[in-house]
């Protein structure tokens, strides 16, 4: 951002975040505030591919354990499972799933719609993944197969630069492919001995990880699939999450935050990715969100954004083909 002229710490800031945290290497950022922060400055800057050039700038290693696994995996095959597992290490909420098929192989990421909109931050991971794909093969014009769920971009020559020709927009899923040959090849500089290390930590970091609970995000979780089904019960909620409703409502006053609160701002987060980054009708996003009625739903849109639902689609659309 700053070599681009971009006022970072204002744009950080904006979302909730102290700039002076990236200085610290055991900082956990929350990941609704990444987000919201690239689709602000892709906005902002009018280029609508900006999360893309980031993911594509990333250094090996940035990515911590998923990074040294997979330039140090036998084959393309382990250095993708390697991906998958250890992804959670670098991000919480942020799952991808690896499936091999008869000519491609793809790894796909699903991000709850709770999180928000998610452009600009999938261009991010996928052109991440890009590069080390073609760094750990010692190729750089190894095949690689991109899918986008989002529409065609104005910076179409950025992400055909960045991706290869093989790009393709609008798709069912967010995802990247090689060819299902190529998976038994070794990377070139794959060393056996810190690859053991590399999985034996990686391992042990993932044990501890997963002996934590993230109550707000699996919270979230919960309201987003009882949304669409009426009032969210607060004491089904504190099930959901293992938590007694006096040990939910404990945690989060620690987080800072209230049940009401959470469901009021995963309403508005889910708004702004179905009018956003769907072609879904207004009437079925309002019963996604827990409305039966439109009326309500476009008072509560209009209170949250300050203009009616489809004209803020309409002001996303004509800011994509600006």
Not at 76 to 93: F, P, S
Not at 219 to 245: C, N, Q, R, W, Y
Request: glycine share 6%; with cysteine.
């Amino acid at each position: 951002m700053q070599s681009r002229g971009l006022d970072y710490h204002r744009a950080v800031r904006d979302v909730g975040i102290d700039p002076a945290v990236v200085r610290d290497p055991e900082a956990e950022l929350p990941l609704r505030s990444i987000m919201q922060l690239m689709e602000n400055v892709a906005r902002e800057s009018g280029n609508d591919a900006f999360g893309t050039q980031v993911g594509a700038s990333y250094q090996i290693g940035l990515v911590g354990a998923s990074d040294y696994a997979m330039c140090n995996a036998p084959t393309l095959r382990a250095a993708l499972t390697d991906y998958v597992r250890y992804l959670g290490l670098a991000a919480k909420g942020l799952n991808a799933r690896f499936v091999e098929g008869p000519g491609k192989s793809y790894v796909s990421w699903d991000l709850p719609a709770a999180l928000g909109p998610h452009t600009q931050f999938i261009g991010a991971v996928l052109a991440a993944q890009a590069v080390r794909i073609r760094h750990i093969m010692c190729d750089p014009s190894f095949p690689i197969f991109v899918d986008l769920q989002r529409s065609s971009p104005q910076a179409l020559d950025e992400f055909t630069r960045i991706f290869g020709p093989r790009v393709c927009f609008e798709q069912p899923h967010d995802r990247i492919g090689v060819p299902t040959n190529t998976l038994n090849r070794p990377p070139g500089a794959a060393d056996p001995q810190l690859y053991r290390v590399i999985v034996r930590c990686a391992e042990k970091a993932l044990a501890e990880r997963d002996e934590a609970s993230d109550t707000v995000l699996r919270l979230t979780s919960h309201i987003t699939e009882a949304l669409p089904h009426g009032p969210v019960d607060f004491a089904a909620a504190a099930k959901s999450v293992g938590m007694s409703p006096r040990e939910l409502r404990r945690e989060l006053e620690r987080e800072h935050t209230t049940f009401r609160d959470l469901v009021d701002e995963t309403r508005k987060t889910l708004t702004a990715h179905y009018i956003n980054d769907t072609a879904l009708a207004m009437t079925e996003i309002a019963f996604l969100i827990g409305f039966s009625q439109l009326s309500a739903f476009s008072r509560a849109v209009k209170k949250w954004f300050g203009t009616a639902p489809r004209e803020l689609r309409k002001k996303r659309r004509s800011r994509r083909s600006g």
